[in-house]
């Protein structure tokens, strides 16, 4: 029998960071299922323990080896200084049905780090962490259920200096609405959009957009294979290299999301139980 090399820590989200820890101090490779952790000190502690055991530690945040991920990263320069980004994760909730009839799914639930803006959120939040860096400020409005999580809700990335100076982000995401827009990055003439901010597909470029000149080019991309395919493939060949984390997807832009998605929780009162240690 083949040797594990490395463990997918996939437990709810309130168990990540024990788990990945206890798995890199017992000699594995991690890859911890999104999100990365709940709090800033368990990501940080995770990434010690990555260090402190020489692992491989990774995220599994699969929109970075996205092939449409891919091509608009190569897109971006082409729309010069970036004005204005909407980026959407939105999709009803199958566990609603069972939320409403008096459960308590996980997805739902405080103790188990539930709630849209941490299954869903963290989509475009992490996608604009990914193509634009680390936000100057972060603004958070949401509705919360009875449970103490939020159902839906929009994330304003603001980026006040440097590159993208005057850019604003807006992430919505939302576990009780359908979404049939898309998302869009726009800047002075020209916008991106996509189909999808977890599996860009279908991308267009589109020049002069509401005028007689408007053009449009198609950048979509077909994905095949299994769902997680791109990811699993870039983890096997960097464990096979000895590489000790990813250069496309560092743990230090999932440190980032963290933090900025705990600055969303404080701004709209949702709490898990694991904040009480930040205190």
Not at 6 to 33: D, Y
Not at 183 to 198: F, M, N, P, V, W
Request: overall charge negative; hydrophobic content about 45%.
């Amino acid at each position: 029998q083949a040797p594990i090399d490395v463990v997918h820590v996939g437990s709810p989200n309130s168990l990540h960071a024990q788990h990945a820890i206890a798995t890199l101090e017992a000699g594995f490779h991690v890859l911890v299922e999104k999100p990365f952790a709940l709090t800033r000190s368990q990501a940080e502690a995770m990434v010690e323990a990555a260090q402190a055991t020489d692992r491989f530690l990774m995220e599994g945040w699969l929109t970075a080896f996205e092939p449409g991920t891919a091509a608009i990263r190569a897109a971006l320069p082409r729309l010069g200084a970036l004005r204005r980004a909407t980026l959407v994760r939105e999709q009803f909730s199958s566990r609603m049905t069972a939320y409403r009839a008096g459960e308590l799914p996980p997805a739902f639930d405080p103790a188990r780090g539930g709630g849209s803006l941490m299954d869903l959120g963290i989509y475009p939040v992490s996608l604009a962490i990914h193509f634009l860096g680390r936000p100057d400020r972060v603004t958070a409005t949401a509705q919360l259920l009875d449970s103490g999580v939020d159902s839906h809700g929009t994330v304003v990335l603001s980026y006040d200096s440097g590159e993208h100076a005057g850019l604003e982000v807006a992430c919505l995401h939302s576990k009780t609405s359908a979404n049939a827009l898309g998302s869009q990055i726009a800047g002075e003439s020209s916008a991106l959009l996509l189909d999808h901010c977890q599996w860009p597909e279908r991308i267009s470029l589109v020049t002069a957009p509401g005028s007689d000149t408007e053009a449009r080019e198609d950048l979509s991309v077909t994905r095949s294979g299994e769902v997680m395919g791109p990811l699993l493939a870039e983890v096997c060949r960097l464990v096979r290299a000895g590489a000790r984390g990813s250069d496309l997807h560092p743990v230090a832009s999932s440190v980032t999301a963290i933090e900025v998605l705990a600055e969303a929780r404080a701004q709209i009162g949702v709490r898990f139980p694991d904040d009480d240690a930040e205190a």
